[in-house]
Nanobody
Framework: QVQLVESGGGLVQAGGSLRLSCAASGRTFTRSGMGWFRQAPGTEREFVAAINWIGGSTYYADSAKGRFTISRDNAKNTVYLQMNNLKFEDTAVYYC???????????????WGQGTQVTVSS
């Protein structure tokens, strides 16, 4: 069992930066692949970034490449999403999730946080 709590969302101007954090509890966190997803109103949840359990492999959506960086600190049971050069279209609720195997597919993830709102003003 893994419990996830996101933080770090907020309102930022276009071109600005935010760092999201996802604090995890549960003894299986360090063996879990972790992902970030987002969902804007009226749209489906979409993949943003993922990282394997040891942190050696990362994966990004095309929209995130070059601007977002996913990382994890297993000693702190935390995964991060550094978001730079934010755009209006990045506005969404961002969720972190844990899975047995790293994946781009939301259905592969067993545990989800409650989400944190990111709003980018143009």
């Amino acid at each position: 069992q893994v419990q996830l709590v996101e933080s770090g969302g907020g309102l930022v101007q276009a071109g600005g930066s935010l760092r999201l954090s996802c604090a995890a509890s549960g003894r299986t966190f360090t063996r879990s692949g972790m992902g970030w997803f987002r969902q804007a109103p009226g749209t489906e949840r979409e993949f943003v970034a993922a990282i394997n359990w040891i942190g050696g492999s990362t994966y990004y959506a095309d929209s995130a490449k070059g601007r977002f960086t996913i990382s994890r600190d297993n000693a702190k049971n935390t995964v991060y999403l550094q978001m730079n050069n934010l755009k209006f279209e990045d506005t969404a609720v961002y969720y972190c999730a844990a899975a047995r195997r790293t994946s781009r597919a939301p259905e592969a993830y067993d545990y989800w946080g409650q989400g944190t709102q990111v709003t980018v003003s143009s």
